[in-house]
T-cell receptor
Framework: QKEVEQDPGPLSVPEGAIVSLNCTYS??????FMWYRQYSRKGPELLMY????GNKEDGRFTAQVDKSSKYISLFIRDSQPSDSATYLC????????????FGPGTRLSVLP | EAQVTQNPRYLITVTGKKLTVTCSQN?????MSWYRQDPGLGLRQIYY???????DKGDVPEGYKVSRKEKRNFPLILESPSPNQTSLYFC?????????????FGPGTRLTVT
C-alpha cells in the first residue's frame, strides 16, 4: 500500500461545477496537509495547507482534514477553465526535520 | 522577483557520466529540497536540507548526492547516472518553523539518461 493514495483521474467537469479532490493516507504521524496545483510543464505551486483536523477556506478553495479517517479533501467552488491542472496532496509530520510525502496527483479539466 | 531557479532545464546524458543540476533561491530560505516526479508515482523526495551544512535523506536518495555550502544554493549531483534516473526533477525551498510547509518550487529539470 502506498503511503498516500490519490485518484489519478482524469476528472472532467463543466465550468461552474463544484470539484471534490481527495487523498487517503496510512501514516498517523502526519500532522500537516498541503494541496498544490501544477500546470503542465510547470513546478507545483502551494494552494493551501492545514494543520491537524478541520477545515480551511481560501476564496473558492476549501481544504478538509479528517485525521480519524486518514482522509483529506480539497473542494473547488465555481470551477473555472483556469483551474484545469494536476492537483497534488502532500503531508508531513510535526516539527523541523520532517520530509514531505506527496500523492501522485489528480488531473482536472474544467470545460467551458 | 522571489524565485527558485534550476539549471539546466533539459539535459540528455549517457550512463555513467557525472552531472550536477544546480538550484538557487533568492528568498533567504533555510529549508531546501530535491524531488523527482515520475508518472503514476508523483513527487518523491530525494534529499532535503534544513540549513547550511545540514542535509538528510528523503524517500529515494540512492544514486544521488547533495551539498549545502551556501544558504541560497543546493546542487543535486548524480555521480554515475543510470537510465532509471531519467525523470523530471524539482528543487524547492521554504522558510523554517511554521513557514516550512510553504514550499516554493523551481521550474523543473527534465533529465534523460541513455
Amino acid at each position: 500500500q502506498k503511503e498516500v493514495e490519490q485518484d489519478p483521474g482524469p476528472l472532467s467537469v463543466p465550468e461552474g461545477a463544484i470539484v471534490s479532490l481527495n487523498c487517503t493516507y496510512s501514516n498517523s504521524a502526519f500532522q500537516y496537509f498541503m494541496w498544490y496545483r501544477q500546470y503542465s510543464r510547470k513546478g507545483p505551486e502551494l494552494l493551501m495547507y492545514t494543520y491537524s483536523s478541520g477545515n480551511k477556506e481560501d476564496g473558492r478553495f476549501t481544504a478538509q482534514v479528517d485525521k480519524s479517517s486518514k482522509y483529506i479533501s480539497l473542494f473547488i467552488r465555481d470551477s473555472q477553465p483556469s483551474d484545469s491542472a494536476t492537483y497534488l496532496c502532500a503531508m508531513s509530520g510535526l516539527g523541523a526535520g520532517q520530509n514531505f510525502v506527496f500523492g501522485p496527483g489528480t488531473r482536472l479539466s474544467v470545460l467551458p | 522577483e522571489a524565485q527558485v531557479t534550476q539549471n539546466p532545464r533539459y539535459l540528455i546524458t549517457v550512463t555513467g557520466k557525472k552531472l550536477t543540476v544546480t538550484c538557487s533561491q533568492n528568498m533567504n530560505h533555510e529549508y531546501m529540497s530535491w524531488y523527482r516526479q515520475d508518472p503514476g508515482l508523483g513527487l518523491r523526495q530525494i534529499y532535503y536540507s534544513m540549513n547550511v551544512e545540514v542535509t538528510d535523506k528523503g524517500d529515494v536518495p540512492e544514486g544521488y548526492k547533495v551539498s549545502r555550502k551556501e544558504k541560497r544554493n543546493f546542487p543535486l549531483i548524480l555521480e554515475s547516472p543510470s537510465p532509471n534516473q531519467t525523470s523530471l526533477y524539482f528543487c524547492a525551498s521554504s522558510g523554517n518553523s511554521g513557514a516550512i510547509y510553504e514550499q516554493y518550487f523551481g521550474p523543473g529539470t527534465r533529465l534523460t539518461v541513455t
